[in-house]
């Protein structure tokens, strides 16, 4: 219920964030859209963490290492929000690295993080939109 609360949301933000140009709405719904994307990278951890649980103790610290990757490549574009043309790249690695991840692992453990994933991407492109607007007003 809570995932369906935060995709929620997500759409509002993007909706929001589509409306909006830039300036610092903009900011703003590009802020929130990385807060949800590592929102949602975490409950796709705990996801793992149940699902690891109930099959075994064994393989659990090696399976929650393997899944802290989706936390990584959410949380480095939350972290650097700085509106440079690297970032905006590292945004879109980051965000096509995790939908690789997810379209690899998506038998095992990848659906729990194909949120986080639409999240990321949606992200990169909010922040390759405003890159786009701020060109051409130059």
Aim: proline residues 3%.
């Amino acid at each position: 219920m809570v995932g369906i609360g935060l995709l929620a949301l997500l759409v509002v933000a993007v909706v929001v964030g589509l409306r909006t140009g830039g300036g610092e709405s903009a900011e703003r719904i590009d802020m929130w859209t990385a807060r949800a994307a590592l929102v949602l990278a975490l409950l796709g951890e705990v996801g793992v963490a149940f699902l690891a649980t109930s099959l075994g103790t064994a393989d659990l610290p090696a399976l929650l290492t393997f899944a802290a990757v989706p936390l990584v490549l959410t949380a480095i574009p939350l972290v650097l929000h700085v509106a440079t043309l690297g970032i905006r790249v590292l945004t879109v690695v980051c965000a096509l690295l995790l939908t690789v991840y997810v379209v690899v692992t998506g038998l095992s453990i990848g659906l729990f993080f194909a949120p986080s994933a639409i999240a990321l991407v949606q992200l990169a492109a909010l922040r390759a939109r405003r890159s786009d607007g701020l060109a051409t007003s130059d």
